[in-house]
């Protein structure tokens, strides 16, 4: 059965700290692994990565994909209360697998 | 540009009574669609998707159902509903096989059922 497994399930932290979230999964047939954010309502898409060890980047937010050891991490640095949501990770098979994400909470 | 609307916002239904949710896709033609229910503190559980008119695929036994009667239309209903069935209700549309992978999700249908 394929499974997406997500670390921490919560996480405080103050302003301007840096988080590490980890997504580590097994699938049958990977294509592609998904990171949104999820606040109030529905998620957003931030990266998809299909590629091992090759870093996505917006602004204070990077992941990688490691595809030999099945985990990809989602990197936050210089925290902002505005960082605060559940963060889901999810793998293609098909259709998609979710985790059942990190909740962040960034605290002033 | 694409978007994706779901109808309605917020719904309370008492137990037994039926369920009828909506979701629109606009701006993209033949799109895959997806139900998703999230219960407090759980993950996103896939319900159903649909590649095509009249395409729909269950992924978890239960005593809801969907129907694609158009294209970029999607409905997630239920002829009498359970208390378990309350949880927040996504729906997400990704571009067909082949042409990407991304599923964009609706502003969501939060059900509570008592």
């Known amino acids: 059965e394929d499974k997406v497994v997500q670390s921490p399930l919560s996480l405080v932290v103050h302003e301007g700290d840096t988080v590490t979230l980890n997504c580590s999964y097994e699938v049958t047939n990977f294509r592609s692994l998904l990171w949104y954010k999820q606040e109030k309502k529905a998620p957003t898409f931030l990266f998809m990565l299909?590629?091992?060890?090759i870093e996505k980047k917006s602004g204070r937010l990077s992941s990688i994909l490691d595809k030999k050891e099945l985990f990809s991490i989602l990197n936050i640095t210089a925290t902002q209360t505005g960082d605060s949501a559940v963060y889901l990770c999810a793998v293609r098979d098909t259709p998609l697998v979710f985790g059942k994400g990190t909740r962040l909470s960034v605290i002033a | 540009s694409q978007t994706i609307h779901q109808w309605p916002a917020t719904l309370v239904q008492p137990v037994g009574s039926p369920l009828s949710l909506e979701c629109t896709v606009e701006g993209t033609s033949n799109p895959n669609l997806y139900w998703y229910r999230q219960a407090a503190g759980r993950g996103l559980q896939l319900l159903f998707y649909s590649v095509g008119i009249g395409q729909i695929s269950s992924e978890v036994p239960q005593n809801l159902s969907a129907s694609r009667p158009q294209d970029r239309q999607f409905i997630l209903s239920s002829k009498k509903l359970l208390l378990s069935d309350s949880g927040f209700y996504l729906c997400?549309?990704?571009?067909?096989?082949?042409?990407?992978?991304?599923?964009?999700f609706g502003p969501g249908t939060r059900l509570l059922v008592l």
């Open positions: 997400a549309w990704s571009r067909g096989a082949g042409r990407g992978e991304t599923q964009y």
């Open positions: 299909t590629s091992s060890g």
